[in-house]
């Protein structure tokens, strides 16, 4: 079946370093790749997708590129603020018009 | 334009009574879709409709969980009776394309808490 894979939170960081949170996917097909965030008390909203190999989603900073080849969707951001502080989530839509698969989600804490 | 809106935003009440979550999706979107995020569980989906009719409800938990579509702007979950276990945040959510591709948009999600 479908499946997402995220690094196990929480991840702490210190204002401006560097961020990396890993994701792996398990497909059928050719699937949209998708990254979230929830900021503490609201919804979730899209950060940024990337809908076949070889895209690179960009969005404030983040990035993120399709990687078939290793099944990858990796979050990253060169220098994080602490507005960044959330719970970062990635998911799949399998083609076909089935629903998304969503993973655990990695909460980040970014100190001052 | 307006979002997903999800009513109430925060719900107590005690166990055995029925809860109802409502929701409005983006106009326009054909696909909408209740998830359940708990700290235990994470994020799951319990129910996802497209064109007003339920496609799969394989994530509802049991027979206590219902949720109905009666129109393109319109959809509740229930829970009859409650219970303790069921206290969650219940987001809803609506995409234009079916999710295959396109994006999903979420309420602010309903706090139910199940004393």
């Known amino acids: 079946g479908n499946s997402v894979t995220q690094m196990e939170g929480p991840v702490t960081l210190s204002e401006e370093a560097f961020l990396t949170i890993n994701c792996t996917y398990t497909?059928?097909?050719?699937?949209?790749l998708f990254w979230y965030v929830q900021y503490p008390g609201e919804g979730l909203q899209l950060l940024l997708k990337a809908t076949k190999a070889d895209d690179k989603g960009s969005n404030k900073g983040f990035e993120a590129t399709y990687r078939k080849e290793t099944t990858s969707f990796h979050l990253e951001k060169g220098s994080v603020q602490v507005s960044d502080s959330a719970v970062y989530f990635c998911a799949l839509s399998p083609s076909y018009g089935q629903n998304f698969v969503f993973g655990p989600g990695t909460r980040l804490s970014v100190l001052p | 334009d307006a979002g997903v809106i999800q009513s109430p935003r925060h719900e107590v009440t005690e166990m055995g009574q029925e809860v109802t979550l409502r929701c409005k999706p983006i106009?326009?979107?054909?696909?909408l879709f209740w998830y359940r995020q708990t700290m235990m569980r994470g994020l799951e989906l319990l129910i996802y409709f497209n064109n007003n009719v339920p496609i799969d409800d394989s994530g509802m938990p049991e027979d206590r969980f219902s949720a109905k579509m009666p129109n393109a702007s319109f959809s509740t979950l229930k829970i009859q009776p409650s219970e303790p276990r069921d206290s969650a945040v219940y987001f809803c959510?609506?995409?234009?394309?079916?999710?295959?591709?396109?994006?999903?948009?979420f309420g602010e999600g309903s706090r139910l808490t199940v004393l």
């Open positions: 106009s326009g979107h054909n696909s």
């Open positions: 959510a609506s995409s234009l394309t079916g999710g295959n591709t396109g994006e999903l948009f």
């Open positions: 497909a059928t097909g050719y699937p949209s």
